[in-house]
T-cell receptor
Framework: DTGVSQDPRHKITKRGQNVTFRCDPI?????LYWYRQTLGQGPEFLTY????????KSRLLSDRFSAERPKGSFSTLEIQRTEQGDSAMYLC????????????FGEGSRLTVL | AQSVSQHNHHVILSEAASLELGCNYS??????LFWYVQYPGQHLQLLLK??????LVKGIKGFEAEFIKSKFSFNLRKPSVQWSDTAEYFC????????????FGKGTSLLVTP
């Protein structure tokens, strides 16, 4: 399968713990996006990368959140000191450089904070 | 940033009925408009998009959408729905002051009954 893959698919953690999600985009895609989706809501933009550069961050991305894409390939999203409000589906998407608007989404990583 | 409003949160239709899902966006300059679909258990995928030109856009699976600039709307239509159209539908916008990042509406859940 050459689609966007995310790992883990489901993470259950206790409040206060740190969690990290990984996203492997489609290989020739240089733009990578992170979104968060909660029940009954559409995906909310968190951040995006062009190659290894993080070009935009949403106000939703508090200081406890950090994202990296060190070699311009896979990306990680880390949440420190998790809170119950962080429980959500974290979606990764990738696309080629031109603005076609066609994002290819992964199946998401579901976070449950107890 | 651009915002997107979807009027119908839950829609139930019988097979062969016509579908129209409403979408309005806030003004912020030149925008690009999209409809994404998420079938049960699957990832988000692009249904259709509008960048410029003919305001009536045709997408996959018989869907179409019409961009009406004066109404800031981009409604999704299908003349005759099928049971397999049961899914969550998201309107999205980028461009203007939101750059390349897609801003999604809250989504409309469509259930098509046999």
């Amino acid at each position: 399968d050459t689609g966007v893959s995310q790992d883990p698919r489901h993470k259950i953690t206790k409040r206060g713990q740190n969690v990290t999600f990984r996203c492997d985009p489609i290989s020739e895609h240089n733009r990578l996006y992170w979104y968060r989706q909660t029940l009954g809501q559409g995906p909310e933009f968190l951040t995006y990368f062009q190659n290894e550069a993080q070009l935009e961050k949403s106000r939703l991305l508090s200081d406890r959140f950090s994202a990296e894409r060190p070699k311009g390939s896979f990306s990680t999203l880390e949440i420190q000191r998790t809170e119950q409000g962080d429980s959500a589906m974290y979606l990764c998407a990738s696309t080629r450089g031109e603005n076609t608007g066609e994002l290819f989404f992964g199946e998401g990583s579901r976070l449950t904070v107890l | 940033a651009q915002s997107v409003s979807q009027h119908n949160h839950h829609v139930i239709l019988s097979e062969a009925a016509s579908l129209e899902l409403g979408c309005n966006y806030s003004y912020g300059g030149t925008v690009n408009l999209f409809w994404y679909v998420q079938y049960p258990g699957q990832h988000l995928q692009l249904l259709l998009k509008y960048f410029s030109g003919d305001p009536l856009v045709k997408g996959i699976k018989g869907f179409e959408a019409e961009f009406i600039k004066s109404k800031f709307s981009f409604n999704l239509r299908k003349p005759s729905v099928q049971w397999s159209d049961t899914a969550e539908y998201f309107c999205a916008v980028n461009g203007g002051d939101s750059g390349y990042a897609l801003n999604f509406g809250k989504g409309t859940s469509l259930l098509v009954t046999p």
